[in-house]
Nanobody, 122 residues
Framework: QGQLVESGGGLVQPGGSLRLSCVASGSIVSINTMGWYHQAPGKERDMVATITRGGTTTYADSVKGRFAISRDNGENTVYLQMSRLTPEDSGVYYC????????????????WGKGTLVTVTS
């Protein structure tokens, strides 16, 4: 069984920056794609950014040029550097691990973290 734990959320003023981190632990051998998803109050969870094991990245249009995703495969960790934050970026950010291979040989698993709250306000 694996788990994802996010950190780095908090309160920030518009125009500010935050760096989110997510560590995958447990019986995880490898992860194909890791990503970050955003859920604003009363809205659906949307993809923010994803990164494959090989480093291919995908971004939502709303964050291109402002956010940067990266990962450390050896540590099963993914980061999200967020810059020029706006109030619309507020919400819970969830870490996702997809295409997970577990130590017991199971493959294609998906895990979600419990989320970290980001609040952008003056």
């Amino acid at each position: 069984q694996g788990q994802l734990v996010e950190s780095g959320g908090g309160l920030v003023q518009p125009g500010g920056s935050l760096r989110l981190s997510c560590v995958a632990s447990g019986s995880i051998v490898s992860i194909n794609t890791m990503g970050w998803y955003h859920q604003a109050p009363g809205k659906e969870r949307d993809m923010v950014a994803t990164i494959t094991r090989g480093g291919t990245t995908t971004y939502a249009d709303s964050v291109k040029g402002r956010f940067a995703i990266s990962r450390d495969n050896g540590e099963n960790t993914v980061y999200l550097q967020m810059s020029r934050l706006t109030p619309e970026d507020s919400g819970v950010y969830y870490c996702n691990a997809d295409g997970v291979r577990a130590a017991n040989g199971n493959y294609g698993l998906t895990y979600w973290g419990k989320g970290t709250l980001v609040t952008v306000t003056s």
